[in-house]
């Protein structure tokens, strides 16, 4: 089984950025089984969502649409950590970011949907202040 752990999370003021990151333990054992990341949040009271997905294969990405714009996925060349640079934060986005692993991924809308992923990490923190 895929480990991921998140670091990266903190308070900022809005306007603000900062850099998640996910390091897959285990990953180099289970290349066969992982072929999508990405990065979705539970805000209190809220369901967990989508926010950016990245395919492992031919580096497609997707993001949900409040934040196009303003948040990047990406992979380092080894293949073993996956970032998510988040710009122009908003309060809105605060929640606990979780990073997620799939064996599958599936194109679109559907990459986000949270029943589709396979591993997740215990998340971490992210709040913005107004």
């Known amino acids: 089984q895929v480990q991921l752990v998140e670091s990266g999370g903190g308070s900022v003021q809005a306007g603000g950025s900062l850099r998640l990151s996910c390091t897959a333990w285990?990953?180099?054992?289970?290349?066969?089984?992982?072929?999508?990341m990405g990065w979705f949040r539970q805000a209190p009271g809220k369901e967990r969502e989508g926010v950016a997905t990245?395919?492992?294969?031919?580096?497609?990405?997707h993001y949900t649409d409040s934040v196009k714009g303003r948040f990047t996925i990406s992979q380092d060349n080894a293949k073993k950590k996956v970032y998510l640079q988040m710009n122009s934060l908003k309060p809105e986005d605060t929640a606990m970011y979780y990073c997620?692993?799939?064996?599958?991924?599936?194109?679109?809308?559907?990459?986000?949907?949270?029943?589709?992923?396979?591993?997740w990490g215990q998340g971490t923190q992210v709040t913005v202040s107004s």
């Open positions: 997620a692993a799939a064996r599958v991924c599936y194109s679109g809308s559907r990459s986000l949907e949270v029943r589709n992923w396979n591993y």
């Open positions: 285990g990953y180099t054992y289970s290349v066969n089984s992982v072929n999508c």
């Open positions: 990245f395919s492992t294969g031919d580096s497609s990405t």
